[in-house]
Nanobody
Framework: QVQLVESGGGLVQAGGSLRLSCAAAGRTVTSYNLGWFRQAPGKEREFVGY????????YYADSVKGRFTISRDNAKNTWYLQMNSLKPEDTAVYYCVAGEVFTTSAGGYRYWGQGTQVTVSS
């Protein structure tokens, strides 16, 4: 089995930064697309971004482009979401994901983390 364990969530003021981590156990992630989704209260699950396994390229939702950065450390089986210039509307539960296809759709990801709360105060 593959288990994704998230960490790094918390409370931060608007304009601040936060770094989320996701560590995978049970399988190496070298050949997986690694990404992040989020879900705010009362809203649909939203794609944040992902990192391709085959080439060094990342994709981001327009809402976070220029502020968030995804990186991966295959040797540590871990990937990260660096969030800068945070806004109150970034408040959500953030989920790390891993999958075998290139997609922005939640249904395309096979493995999900437990979620970590990010709260941005104004």
């Amino acid at each position: 089995q593959v288990q994704l364990v998230e960490s790094g969530g918390g409370l931060v003021q608007a304009g601040g930064s936060l770094r989320l981590s996701c560590a995978a156990a049970g399988r190496t992630v070298t050949s997986y697309n690694l990404g992040w989704f989020r879900q705010a209260p009362g809203k649909e699950r939203e794609f944040v971004g992902y990192s391709r396994w085959d080439i060094e390229r990342t994709y981001y939702a327009d809402s976070v482009k220029g502020r968030f950065t995804i990186s991966r450390d295959n040797a540590k089986n871990t990937w990260y979401l660096q969030m800068n210039s945070l806004k109150p509307e970034d408040t959500a539960v953030y989920y790390c994901v891993a999958g075998e296809v290139f997609t922005t759709s939640a249904g395309g990801y096979r493995y999900w983390g437990q979620g970590t709360q990010v709260t941005v105060s104004s």
